[in-house]
């Protein structure tokens, strides 16, 4: 009896890395390599893409290095007010529902060159932080959150994050990376374009905008946890 549950036991474990094995590969074959497609050496930025099967649009990543709290940048992206002023083609941005300091539902409309409808989009956004002092900002899209306006094409699916890394010397590394499915059509040069420039120009904006006075000396209740820790290794070096 104990032999036949021993091997019960094996076939089960095995039927499960295989099935986790397979889901792992499944996933990986969704996504083609990153390939760098822009840079702004003066500014250290760099833009990636990469193909997402079934999907016209490709996702993008920018990376980059600022030095500025942490804090700053949650403040930043807390101020919807700005965000036409720093991301590139919102032309709206507003809180549908602040759930909670870590949690809300935004409304955006994205601007597109004439003769294409602009895009709207409904998005929650869910901040957290971890033991490093790292903070992510995970982007899901809602469509079915806000109802529609007949003037904008609403874009079905979108999936994204931003995260602030802490570095040495007071610098954070900024990651920002979107995939979306933009609903509807759209030519071939405009869906390139893209990809490139949204996160090119959103990040050259941020550069500035997070040293501005108002964003600076911030605190958030979510933050504190890590802070202590933050602070301590800060002091050790």
């Given at each position: 009896?104990l032999?036949?549950?021993?091997?019960?036991?094996?076939?089960?474990l095995?039927?499960s890395?295989l099935?986790?094995?397979?889901?792992?590969?499944?996933?990986?074959?969704?996504?083609g390599?990153?390939?760098?497609?822009?840079?702004?050496?003066?500014?250290?930025?760099?833009?990636?893409?990469?193909?997402?099967?079934?999907?016209?649009?490709?996702?993008?990543k920018?990376?980059?290095h600022i030095?500025?709290?942490?804090?700053?940048?949650?403040?930043?992206?807390k101020?919807?007010s700005?965000a036409?002023?720093w991301?590139?083609?919102?032309?709206?941005?507003?809180v549908?529902d602040e759930v909670?300091e870590?949690?809300s539902?935004?409304?955006?409309?994205n601007?597109?060159?004439?003769?294409?409808?602009n895009?709207?989009?409904?998005?929650?956004?869910?901040?957290?932080?971890?033991?490093?002092g790292?903070?992510?900002?995970?982007?899901?899209?809602?469509?079915e959150?806000k109802?529609k306006?007949?003037d904008?094409?609403?874009?079905?699916?979108?999936?994204?994050?931003?995260?602030?890394?802490?570095?040495?010397?007071?610098?954070?590394?900024?990651?920002y990376?979107?995939?979306?499915?933009?609903?509807?059509?759209l030519?071939?040069?405009?869906?390139?374009?893209?990809?490139?420039?949204?996160?090119?120009?959103?990040?050259?904006?941020?550069?500035?905008?997070?040293?501005e006075?108002?964003?600076?000396?911030?605190?958030?209740?979510?933050?504190?946890?890590?802070?202590?820790?933050?602070?301590?290794?800060v002091?050790?070096e």
């Amino acid at each position: 009896m104990l032999a036949i549950k021993t091997i019960t036991r094996a076939a089960a474990l095995c039927g499960s890395v295989l099935l986790s094995q397979f889901s792992l590969a499944e996933t990986t074959a969704q996504y083609g390599p990153w390939k760098q497609e822009a840079q702004d050496k003066e500014l250290d930025i760099q833009v990636y893409t990469r193909e997402v099967a079934n999907s016209e649009l490709k996702e993008f990543k920018g990376i980059t290095h600022i030095k500025a709290p942490v804090s700053a940048f949650v403040a930043l992206l807390k101020d919807t007010s700005a965000a036409t002023k720093w991301m590139k083609d919102v032309l709206e941005y507003e809180v549908l529902d602040e759930v909670s300091e870590t949690e809300s539902l935004v409304y955006a409309v994205n601007g597109a060159p004439w003769p294409v409808t602009n895009r709207d989009s409904v998005i929650r956004s869910i901040m957290s932080q971890d033991a490093s002092g790292a903070v992510t900002v995970q982007l899901t899209g809602e469509p079915e959150s806000k109802e529609k306006n007949e003037d904008y094409v609403r874009m079905p699916a979108l999936t994204g994050s931003w995260t602030f890394k802490p570095q040495a010397d007071g610098v954070v590394e900024v990651v920002y990376q979107v995939h979306a499915n933009p609903g509807g059509s759209l030519p071939t040069w405009l869906v390139n374009s893209i990809v490139v420039e949204t996160p090119m120009e959103t990040l050259t904006n941020l550069h500035t905008k997070v040293l501005e006075p108002e964003y600076q000396g911030k605190t958030f209740a979510f933050m504190q946890a890590s802070q202590p820790a933050a602070q301590a290794n800060v002091a050790a070096e």
